[in-house]
């Protein structure tokens, strides 16, 4: 039998194809979508987790380690290149990638949230007894494409504004994250316009590959304990001075 409910306040954690966003606003356009498309390798596995900046299309290849496989993707912004010649460009990948041989390959896609900064001065992540959180808000980080740190902060957000009352919950809400989480995705966004594109890669990868104090602040920065916000700060008191300024262009660059 069918059953009907009227609940007192809706909130949408369904994520980037969230049927609470389409039924209270829109859905996503094309151009603030990303697609993370790839091949999971079952039956292997590795100790090492590998990161390949690509620029056209602008993104990055991965292969992140799993205990009976490896999840091997790449991700783009959407409209950069169709998903069909992603997928050719990952198995041309992966038929290189010595850990990944003999392996049983799935493939999987789906769809990330990539809004500009320009985006956000129309978005709506909530109304009268209603709300977005995580994907679903579009809160994720453009250059990186992480959202999980931004998904469970906005439930906190969310969760806190609740516990003040339902009536007033969403005004309250969009002013956490005005103030918090919004300002660092436009940062993001900005950076993104030339990220891929210049040479702050290439001295990303060095220094990385270098410097310790350089590789705690990028995991910081993809786990979302680093805001945008201070990144010049904290690299230039690793003393990778170059990587600082190059930042500091990148910035110029997208205002």
Not at 38 to 48: E, Q
Request: with cysteine; aromatic share 10%.
């Amino acid at each position: 039998p069918r059953h009907s409910w009227t609940p007192r306040f809706v909130v949408g954690a369904d994520g980037a194809n969230s049927l609470v966003r389409r039924r209270t606003g829109r859905a996503f356009p094309l151009a603030q979508i990303s697609v993370a498309t790839g091949l999971y390798a079952h039956g292997v596995t590795s100790s090492d987790i590998v990161v390949e900046f690509v620029a056209d299309p602008q993104g990055y290849i991965w292969s992140f380690p799993r205990r009976d496989h490896l999840a091997i993707g790449i991700c783009a912004q959407a409209g950069d290149a169709p998903v069909a010649r992603l997928n050719e460009r990952i198995r041309t990948w992966v038929s290189g990638f010595a850990p990944a041989r003999g392996a049983r390959l799935e493939p999987y896609a789906w769809p990330i949230p990539s809004l500009t900064a320009e985006a956000w001065d129309t978005e709506h992540p909530a109304g009268d007894r209603w709300a977005l959180v995580g994907d679903a808000a579009g809160l994720v980080d453009p250059v990186t494409r992480e959202g999980i740190f931004f998904a469970l902060r906005s439930a906190e957000m969310l969760a806190s504004a609740l516990g003040d009352g339902l009536a007033t919950a969403g005004t309250r809400y969009v002013a956490h994250l005005g103030r918090e989480i919004v300002p660092e995705l436009r940062r993001a966004a900005r950076l993104k316009r030339a990220f891929f594109r210049s040479g702050f890669t290439r001295l990303m990868v060095e220094a990385l590959s270098s410097s310790p104090p350089v590789a705690r602040v990028m995991a910081d920065l993809v786990a979302g304990c680093q805001p945008y916000a201070t990144l010049k700060r904290r690299l230039l008191r690793t003393f990778e001075v170059r990587l600082a300024w190059r930042l500091l262009m990148l910035e110029m660059r997208g205002r």
